[in-house]
């Protein structure tokens, strides 16, 4: 069992920055790669970025070049930094991790973006 908890939503005008982070605990060692997804109302849920065990990355079109993944192994944390905001990047935001052919999932974080 993995259990995942998302810190570091909140509210920013366009163009700000936030951080998410996500820490895990319970079978850590079992994780192959970890994720940010995210879902806005109305709209189904959506991969942003991916990172695995050999700290190789993957984006989303709509995030490259302003969102960066990353983790730091040592404190079991996947971090999401997130720049340029725009309004359309408003929605809930989960951290997710996968142990062999199961998912994990965290709460999730609200990120609002205004105009």
């Known amino acids: 069992q993995v259990r995942l908890v998302e810190s570091g939503g909140g509210f920013v005008q366009a163009g700000g920055s936030l951080r998410l982070s996500c820490a895990a605990s319970g079978s850590t060692a079992s994780i192959n790669a970890m994720g940010w997804y995210r879902q806005a109302p109305g709209k189904q849920r959506e991969l942003v970025a991916g990172?695995?065990?050999?700290?190789?990355?993957n984006y989303a079109d709509f995030v490259k070049g302003r969102f960066t993944i990353s983790s730091d192994n040592s404190k079991n944390t996947v971090y999401l930094q997130m720049n340029s905001l725009k309004p359309e990047d408003t929605a809930v935001y989960y951290c997710?991790?996968?142990?062999?052919?199961?998912?994990?999932w965290g709460q999730g974080t609200q990120v609002t973006v205004s105009s």
């Open positions: 997710s991790a996968r142990v062999f052919v199961s998912d994990y």
């Open positions: 990172i695995d065990r050999t700290d190789s990355t």
